[in-house]
């Protein structure tokens, strides 16, 4: 290899200055991505507590809709909820629904077959009867999103 006197390379500061200018975009890039990565988790987290709520939503309010007594717990939350109601036709049978609700999420428990309506539900999660409604609160958090939604239904008249 021969060197020429005019040849030269870079300088150190030329360098320096390159280097600065590569960290700064990568630095940029990979903000960039992880904060696509963020957002798409929390959009994940909110749809998954929207998706929960709505199923105790469709469960309870289709089971009180039906219902002829409903007898709520007399505590804090009203849980366990028992339902009933008759079936119609002739020589109806008596049909029983309760919810529990735990740290595993709401149960529903028809004529002894026991189903997890929804997970990730708030046991803060109450239900409230008066004389001409049935309302309750559900609330869902899946890691810092959650979803809550107010339901009242109209029980059948008797």
């Known amino acids: 290899m021969i060197f020429h006197k005019e040849q ?7 360098l320096l200055v390159a280097l600065a200018i590569t ?5 940029g890039i990979t903000t960039a991505i992880s904060q696509v990565f963020i957002f798409n988790m929390r959009s994940s987290a909110h749809m998954t507590a929207i998706k929960q709520v709505e199923s105790v939503v469709h469960w ?3 089971d009180a ?3 002829k007594t409903i007898t709520a717990d007399p505590g804090d939350t009203g849980f366990p909820l028992s ?10 049978a008596p049909q029983t629904v309760i919810y529990t609700i735990d740290s595993a999420g709401l149960w529903r428990d028809f004529n002894g077959q026991t189903m997890r309506v929804a997970q990730y ?3 803060a999660t109450n239900c409230q009867l008066s004389p ?3 309302t309750f609160a559900v ?11 107010v339901c009242e239904v109209m029980p059948r008249p008797n």
């Open 139 to 149: 609330t869902a958090t899946v890691g810092i999103k959650s979803e809550t939604r």
């Open 132 to 134: 001409n409604k049935f």
């Open 60 to 62: 309870i309010s289709r």
């Open 8 to 14: 030269r390379g870079f300088m150190l500061v030329e």
């Open 121 to 123: 539900i708030d046991p």
């Open 83 to 92: 339902l009933t109601w008759t079936d119609y036709g002739e020589g109806g």
């Open 23 to 27: 960290g700064l975009i990568a630095g």
């Open 65 to 67: 809709q039906m219902a």
